[in-house]
Protein backbone atom coordinates (compact mmCIF):
# COMPACT_ATOMS: atom_id res chain seq x y z
CA UNK A 1 0.00 0.00 0.00
CA UNK A 2 2.83 2.27 0.32
CA UNK A 3 3.59 2.69 -3.03
CA UNK A 4 -0.37 3.93 -3.45
CA UNK A 5 0.13 6.17 -0.89
CA UNK A 6 3.06 8.09 -2.16
CA UNK A 7 1.32 9.09 -5.18
CA UNK A 8 -0.98 10.56 -3.79
CA UNK A 9 -0.05 14.69 -3.41
CA UNK A 10 1.17 15.48 0.10
CA UNK A 11 -1.64 17.37 2.37
CA UNK A 12 -0.64 20.45 4.06
CA UNK A 13 -3.31 20.17 6.85
CA UNK A 14 -2.57 18.26 9.40
CA UNK A 15 -4.42 14.58 9.70
CA UNK A 16 -6.78 14.08 12.49
CA UNK A 17 -7.35 10.89 14.86
CA UNK A 18 -10.45 9.83 13.30
CA UNK A 19 -8.23 10.58 9.89
CA UNK A 20 -5.77 8.42 11.17
CA UNK A 21 -7.78 5.75 12.07
CA UNK A 22 -10.05 5.52 9.01
CA UNK A 23 -6.74 5.19 7.11
CA UNK A 24 -5.31 2.24 9.10
CA UNK A 25 -8.79 0.44 9.05
CA UNK A 26 -8.37 0.61 5.32
CA UNK A 27 -5.24 -0.37 4.72
CA UNK A 28 -5.71 -3.39 7.14
CA UNK A 29 -8.93 -4.36 5.05
CA UNK A 30 -7.01 -3.90 1.47
CA UNK A 31 -3.93 -6.22 2.65
CA UNK A 32 -6.28 -8.91 4.13
CA UNK A 33 -8.20 -8.51 1.14
CA UNK A 34 -5.27 -9.48 -1.47
CA UNK A 35 -3.54 -11.83 1.10
CA UNK A 36 -6.58 -14.12 0.94
CA UNK A 37 -6.99 -13.86 -2.22
CA UNK A 38 -3.19 -14.58 -3.10
CA UNK A 39 -3.31 -17.71 -1.25
CA UNK A 40 -6.56 -18.78 -0.98
CA UNK A 41 -8.95 -18.30 -4.08
CA UNK A 42 -7.13 -19.05 -7.28
CA UNK A 43 -5.76 -22.04 -9.15
CA UNK A 44 -2.23 -21.06 -10.61
CA UNK A 45 -1.25 -23.96 -13.15
CA UNK A 46 2.08 -24.70 -13.74
CA UNK A 47 2.41 -24.79 -17.21
CA UNK A 48 5.17 -27.57 -17.73
CA UNK A 49 3.34 -30.05 -15.61
CA UNK A 50 0.01 -28.77 -14.61
CA UNK A 51 0.51 -29.30 -11.34
CA UNK A 52 -1.48 -26.99 -9.16
CA UNK A 53 1.11 -24.66 -6.99
CA UNK A 54 -2.03 -22.50 -4.66
CA UNK A 55 -3.70 -24.13 -1.97
CA UNK A 56 -6.22 -26.80 -1.72
CA UNK A 57 -9.72 -24.43 -2.66
CA UNK A 58 -11.57 -27.80 -2.89
CA UNK A 59 -11.07 -29.79 0.32
CA UNK A 60 -14.43 -29.98 0.82
CA UNK A 61 -14.57 -32.63 -2.04
CA UNK A 62 -16.34 -35.93 -0.80
CA UNK A 63 -15.05 -39.13 -1.63
CA UNK A 64 -17.89 -42.23 -2.92
CA UNK A 65 -18.05 -44.84 -1.60
CA UNK A 66 -19.64 -48.40 -3.31
CA UNK A 67 -22.70 -47.21 -1.49
CA UNK A 68 -23.51 -44.08 -3.59
CA UNK A 69 -25.07 -44.66 -6.58
CA UNK A 70 -23.76 -43.92 -9.97
CA UNK A 71 -25.56 -40.75 -10.79
CA UNK A 72 -23.59 -39.22 -7.40
CA UNK A 73 -20.34 -39.68 -9.32
CA UNK A 74 -21.47 -38.21 -12.59
CA UNK A 75 -22.88 -35.44 -10.33
CA UNK A 76 -19.74 -35.37 -8.24
CA UNK A 77 -18.67 -31.77 -8.50
CA UNK A 78 -14.84 -32.87 -9.08
CA UNK A 79 -16.43 -34.41 -12.56
CA UNK A 80 -18.81 -31.16 -13.66
CA UNK A 81 -18.93 -31.07 -17.25
CA UNK A 82 -17.24 -34.39 -18.03
CA UNK A 83 -18.78 -36.90 -15.69
CA UNK A 84 -20.80 -38.61 -18.02
CA UNK A 85 -18.06 -39.79 -19.91
CA UNK A 86 -16.64 -41.77 -17.02
CA UNK A 87 -19.23 -44.12 -17.83
CA UNK A 88 -19.35 -47.21 -19.50
CA UNK A 89 -22.30 -46.80 -21.77
CA UNK A 90 -23.52 -43.44 -23.83
CA UNK A 91 -26.95 -42.27 -23.71
CA UNK A 92 -28.51 -44.64 -21.07
CA UNK A 93 -29.80 -42.91 -18.21
CA UNK A 94 -30.77 -45.99 -16.43
CA UNK A 95 -26.89 -46.63 -15.63
CA UNK A 96 -27.40 -43.54 -13.16
CA UNK A 97 -29.52 -45.48 -10.62
CA UNK A 98 -26.82 -48.45 -10.35
CA UNK A 99 -25.07 -48.42 -6.60
CA UNK A 100 -21.62 -48.41 -7.17
CA UNK A 101 -21.71 -51.94 -5.19
CA UNK A 102 -22.95 -53.72 -8.40
CA UNK A 103 -20.82 -51.12 -11.27
CA UNK A 104 -20.22 -54.89 -12.76
CA UNK A 105 -23.96 -55.20 -13.67
CA UNK A 106 -22.42 -52.04 -16.24
CA UNK A 107 -20.16 -54.26 -17.93
CA UNK A 108 -21.30 -57.30 -19.07
CA UNK A 109 -17.81 -58.12 -21.14
CA UNK A 110 -15.89 -58.11 -18.26
CA UNK A 111 -15.20 -59.96 -15.02
CA UNK A 112 -14.16 -60.15 -11.17
CA UNK A 113 -15.29 -56.18 -11.30
CA UNK A 114 -14.39 -55.20 -8.03
CA UNK A 115 -15.74 -52.24 -6.46
CA UNK A 116 -13.48 -51.00 -3.68
CA UNK A 117 -10.83 -50.89 -7.02
CA UNK A 118 -13.28 -49.00 -8.82
CA UNK A 119 -14.65 -46.41 -6.12
CA UNK A 120 -10.04 -46.24 -4.68
CA UNK A 121 -9.48 -45.42 -8.52
CA UNK A 122 -12.65 -42.33 -8.48
CA UNK A 123 -11.88 -41.08 -4.97
CA UNK A 124 -7.83 -40.68 -6.35
CA UNK A 125 -9.12 -38.48 -9.54
CA UNK A 126 -11.55 -36.56 -6.85
CA UNK A 127 -8.49 -35.94 -4.62
CA UNK A 128 -6.62 -34.42 -7.82
CA UNK A 129 -9.24 -32.49 -9.00
CA UNK A 130 -9.69 -31.23 -5.24
CA UNK A 131 -5.88 -30.08 -5.29
CA UNK A 132 -6.73 -28.11 -7.93
CA UNK A 133 -5.68 -30.62 -11.24
CA UNK A 134 -7.37 -30.82 -14.76
CA UNK A 135 -7.94 -34.38 -15.23
CA UNK A 136 -10.11 -34.40 -18.67
CA UNK A 137 -8.33 -33.24 -21.68
CA UNK A 138 -10.35 -32.66 -24.96
CA UNK A 139 -8.29 -33.89 -28.14
CA UNK A 140 -10.71 -33.28 -30.73
CA UNK A 141 -11.64 -29.39 -31.91
CA UNK A 142 -14.63 -27.79 -31.74
CA UNK A 143 -14.59 -27.72 -35.35
CA UNK A 144 -14.14 -32.01 -35.28
CA UNK A 145 -16.94 -32.08 -32.54
CA UNK A 146 -19.35 -30.37 -35.11
CA UNK A 147 -18.36 -32.35 -38.15
CA UNK A 148 -18.76 -35.09 -36.16
CA UNK A 149 -21.23 -35.03 -32.78
CA UNK A 150 -19.54 -38.36 -31.64
CA UNK A 151 -16.76 -36.82 -30.98
CA UNK A 152 -17.97 -35.15 -27.88
CA UNK A 153 -18.13 -37.97 -25.77
CA UNK A 154 -14.06 -38.51 -26.62
CA UNK A 155 -11.23 -37.63 -24.26
CA UNK A 156 -8.23 -38.00 -21.92
CA UNK A 157 -8.28 -39.04 -18.31
CA UNK A 158 -4.80 -37.82 -16.86
CA UNK A 159 -3.11 -39.41 -14.30
CA UNK A 160 -0.18 -37.69 -13.08
CA UNK A 161 3.73 -39.35 -12.18
CA UNK A 162 6.71 -37.03 -11.98
CA UNK A 163 6.79 -34.11 -14.23
CA UNK A 164 8.91 -35.06 -17.05
CA UNK A 165 8.66 -38.79 -16.97
CA UNK A 166 6.91 -40.56 -20.20
CA UNK A 167 3.71 -41.91 -20.70
CA UNK A 168 0.91 -44.34 -20.98
CA UNK A 169 -2.03 -44.57 -22.99
CA UNK A 170 -4.93 -46.94 -21.59
CA UNK A 171 -7.40 -48.43 -23.96
CA UNK A 172 -10.02 -50.25 -21.79
CA UNK A 173 -12.29 -52.66 -23.66
CA UNK A 174 -15.96 -53.34 -23.76
CA UNK A 175 -16.58 -55.05 -27.40
CA UNK A 176 -16.97 -51.32 -29.15
CA UNK A 177 -20.22 -51.38 -27.65
CA UNK A 178 -18.84 -49.75 -24.37
CA UNK A 179 -15.71 -48.34 -22.73
CA UNK A 180 -15.21 -50.07 -19.32
CA UNK A 181 -12.87 -47.49 -18.22
CA UNK A 182 -14.22 -47.50 -14.29
CA UNK A 183 -12.68 -51.29 -14.27
CA UNK A 184 -9.86 -51.92 -16.65
CA UNK A 185 -8.70 -48.35 -17.41
CA UNK A 186 -8.54 -45.91 -14.17
CA UNK A 187 -7.41 -48.30 -11.99
CA UNK A 188 -4.14 -49.40 -14.34
CA UNK A 189 -3.50 -45.38 -14.50
CA UNK A 190 -3.59 -45.39 -10.49
CA UNK A 191 -1.01 -48.10 -10.54
CA UNK A 192 1.22 -46.72 -13.11
CA UNK A 193 1.15 -43.28 -11.75
CA UNK A 194 2.22 -44.43 -8.54
CA UNK A 195 5.25 -45.61 -10.13
CA UNK A 196 6.10 -42.71 -11.03
CA UNK A 197 5.07 -42.38 -14.95
CA UNK A 198 1.96 -40.40 -16.32
CA UNK A 199 -0.80 -42.52 -17.36
CA UNK A 200 -3.67 -41.07 -19.50
CA UNK A 201 -6.83 -43.08 -20.08
CA UNK A 202 -9.32 -42.90 -23.56
CA UNK A 203 -12.16 -42.68 -23.45
CA UNK A 204 -13.22 -43.22 -26.90
CA UNK A 205 -16.21 -43.97 -29.22
CA UNK A 206 -17.90 -46.82 -29.13
CA UNK A 207 -19.21 -48.59 -32.05
CA UNK A 208 -16.75 -48.88 -34.46
CA UNK A 209 -13.22 -50.25 -34.30
CA UNK A 210 -11.81 -48.35 -37.01
CA UNK A 211 -13.47 -44.59 -35.30
CA UNK A 212 -11.57 -46.04 -32.09
CA UNK A 213 -8.11 -46.51 -33.33
CA UNK A 214 -8.56 -43.52 -35.03
CA UNK A 215 -9.19 -42.00 -31.50
CA UNK A 216 -6.44 -43.37 -30.31
CA UNK A 217 -4.05 -42.07 -32.95
CA UNK A 218 -5.69 -38.62 -32.14
CA UNK A 219 -5.05 -39.09 -28.56
CA UNK A 220 -1.52 -39.63 -29.07
CA UNK A 221 -0.81 -37.09 -31.00
CA UNK A 222 -2.42 -34.40 -28.62
CA UNK A 223 -0.36 -35.50 -26.44
CA UNK A 224 2.98 -35.43 -28.28
CA UNK A 225 2.15 -31.92 -29.68
CA UNK A 226 1.24 -30.95 -26.08
CA UNK A 227 3.56 -32.45 -24.28
CA UNK A 228 5.43 -29.55 -22.26
CA UNK A 229 2.50 -28.07 -21.45
CA UNK A 230 1.40 -31.52 -19.96
CA UNK A 231 4.81 -32.20 -18.50
CA UNK A 232 5.19 -35.61 -19.75
CA UNK A 233 8.01 -37.12 -21.90
CA UNK A 234 7.55 -38.48 -25.75
CA UNK A 235 10.30 -40.65 -25.22
CA UNK A 236 9.74 -44.63 -24.80
CA UNK A 237 5.46 -43.76 -24.27
CA UNK A 238 3.15 -47.30 -23.71
CA UNK A 239 0.54 -48.22 -25.17
CA UNK A 240 -1.77 -50.29 -23.04
CA UNK A 241 -5.02 -52.61 -24.16
CA UNK A 242 -7.68 -54.88 -22.92
CA UNK A 243 -9.72 -56.75 -25.14
CA UNK A 244 -11.39 -54.27 -27.50
CA UNK A 245 -9.00 -51.73 -26.02
CA UNK A 246 -6.15 -54.43 -27.48
CA UNK A 247 -7.02 -54.42 -31.05
CA UNK A 248 -6.83 -50.74 -31.46
CA UNK A 249 -3.28 -51.11 -29.66
CA UNK A 250 -2.48 -53.79 -32.18
CA UNK A 251 -3.21 -51.56 -35.23
CA UNK A 252 -1.19 -48.52 -33.71
CA UNK A 253 1.61 -50.98 -33.15
CA UNK A 254 1.32 -52.49 -36.85
CA UNK A 255 0.67 -49.27 -38.69
CA UNK A 256 1.40 -46.00 -36.96
CA UNK A 257 -0.57 -43.32 -35.99
CA UNK A 258 -0.58 -41.43 -39.46
CA UNK A 259 -2.34 -44.32 -40.98
CA UNK A 260 -5.39 -43.95 -38.62
CA UNK A 261 -5.65 -39.94 -39.15
CA UNK A 262 -2.93 -38.82 -36.48
CA UNK A 263 0.35 -37.48 -36.92
CA UNK A 264 3.51 -39.01 -37.67
CA UNK A 265 4.69 -40.09 -34.67
CA UNK A 266 7.80 -43.30 -34.00
CA UNK A 267 5.82 -46.29 -32.57
CA UNK A 268 5.57 -47.03 -28.81
CA UNK A 269 8.79 -47.97 -26.77
CA UNK A 270 6.60 -50.79 -25.43
CA UNK A 271 2.46 -52.97 -26.14
CA UNK A 272 1.01 -54.16 -23.35
CA UNK A 273 -1.88 -56.41 -25.03
CA UNK A 274 -4.65 -57.95 -22.62
CA UNK A 275 -6.83 -60.72 -23.58
CA UNK A 276 -7.62 -60.23 -27.07
CA UNK A 277 -8.37 -63.03 -29.99
CA UNK A 278 -6.55 -60.25 -31.83
CA UNK A 279 -3.79 -61.78 -33.96
CA UNK A 280 -1.75 -59.79 -36.24
CA UNK A 281 2.08 -59.20 -35.64
CA UNK A 282 5.03 -58.22 -37.78
CA UNK A 283 9.06 -57.79 -37.08
CA UNK A 284 7.58 -53.91 -36.28
CA UNK A 285 6.17 -54.63 -33.69
CA UNK A 286 7.41 -53.22 -30.43
CA UNK A 287 8.62 -54.79 -27.43
CA UNK A 288 4.70 -56.65 -26.47
CA UNK A 289 3.85 -57.92 -22.86
CA UNK A 290 0.70 -60.02 -23.52
CA UNK A 291 -1.57 -61.49 -21.08
CA UNK A 292 -4.96 -63.77 -21.29
CA UNK A 293 -6.53 -66.75 -18.91
CA UNK A 294 -6.48 -70.25 -19.98
CA UNK A 295 -10.57 -69.99 -18.92
CA UNK A 296 -11.01 -66.96 -20.73
CA UNK A 297 -14.47 -67.99 -22.79
CA UNK A 298 -14.35 -64.64 -25.22
CA UNK A 299 -10.17 -64.48 -26.39
CA UNK A 300 -9.42 -68.24 -26.92
CA UNK A 301 -6.00 -68.67 -25.06
CA UNK A 302 -4.98 -71.14 -28.08
CA UNK A 303 -4.91 -67.83 -30.51
CA UNK A 304 -3.21 -65.85 -28.13
CA UNK A 305 -0.51 -68.45 -27.67
CA UNK A 306 -0.12 -68.72 -31.62
CA UNK A 307 0.15 -65.05 -31.60
CA UNK A 308 3.25 -65.33 -28.85
CA UNK A 309 4.61 -67.70 -31.10
CA UNK A 310 4.37 -65.92 -34.00
CA UNK A 311 5.57 -62.40 -32.30
CA UNK A 312 8.85 -63.96 -31.06
CA UNK A 313 9.94 -65.96 -34.56
CA UNK A 314 9.52 -62.59 -36.06
CA UNK A 315 11.95 -61.23 -33.49
CA UNK A 316 9.74 -59.40 -31.22
CA UNK A 317 10.41 -59.05 -27.72
CA UNK A 318 7.73 -60.67 -25.54
CA UNK A 319 6.59 -61.12 -22.19
CA UNK A 320 3.64 -64.11 -22.15
CA UNK A 321 1.61 -64.03 -18.65
CA UNK A 322 -1.27 -67.25 -19.01
CA UNK A 323 -3.16 -67.48 -15.98
CA UNK A 324 -5.63 -70.00 -15.08
CA UNK A 325 -8.58 -69.14 -13.45
CA UNK A 326 -9.16 -65.15 -14.37
CA UNK A 327 -11.48 -65.45 -17.33
CA UNK A 328 -12.22 -63.00 -19.34
CA UNK A 329 -12.01 -58.68 -18.81
CA UNK A 330 -10.38 -59.54 -15.55
CA UNK A 331 -9.15 -55.85 -14.65
CA UNK A 332 -5.94 -55.65 -12.89
CA UNK A 333 -7.13 -59.37 -11.76
CA UNK A 334 -7.69 -58.52 -8.21
CA UNK A 335 -9.16 -61.81 -6.75
CA UNK A 336 -7.60 -63.91 -9.33
CA UNK A 337 -4.18 -65.62 -9.92
CA UNK A 338 -3.49 -62.59 -12.40
CA UNK A 339 -3.44 -59.91 -9.27
CA UNK A 340 -0.11 -57.91 -9.61
CA UNK A 341 -0.54 -58.24 -13.65
CA UNK A 342 -0.11 -54.53 -14.08
CA UNK A 343 3.04 -53.83 -12.06
CA UNK A 344 4.92 -56.85 -14.11
CA UNK A 345 3.78 -54.78 -17.74
CA UNK A 346 4.57 -51.68 -15.90
CA UNK A 347 8.03 -53.45 -15.14
CA UNK A 348 8.63 -54.85 -18.63
CA UNK A 349 7.55 -51.36 -20.28
CA UNK A 350 10.22 -49.70 -17.96
CA UNK A 351 13.05 -52.40 -18.90
CA UNK A 352 12.56 -52.85 -22.27
CA UNK A 353 12.20 -48.71 -23.40
CA UNK A 354 15.32 -47.99 -21.67
CA UNK A 355 13.55 -45.95 -18.74
CA UNK A 356 15.83 -46.88 -15.96
Known sequence: MSNIANNQPMKKERMTGCHAIALLLTAAFTIGFFSSYATGD?????????????????????HVTTGDSVRSVVEHPAFKGFGEYLLPWDNRPQQLNTSLSNVGSLLPYHSHVNPDVVVR????????AASGRKIFYDFYTGQQKRQDPAKHSAGLFFFRGDPGAPFAVICPGGGFSYVGSLHEGFPHAVEISKNGLNAFVLKYRAGSGLKASEDL??????IVDNADTLGVSTEGYSLWGSSAGARMVGDIALNGTAYYGGLDIPKPGAAIIAY?????????????????SADD???????????????KRAGVTVEYHRFKHAGHGFGTGVGTDAAGWVNDAIGFWINNSNLK
Open 42 to 62: QNVQDQHNSRATSVNTHSSYQ
Open 121 to 128: ALNHMIDE
Open 217 to 222: AAAISF
Open 276 to 292: TGHSIYSPGFPPTFITV
Open 297 to 311: PIASASVVDRRVHNL
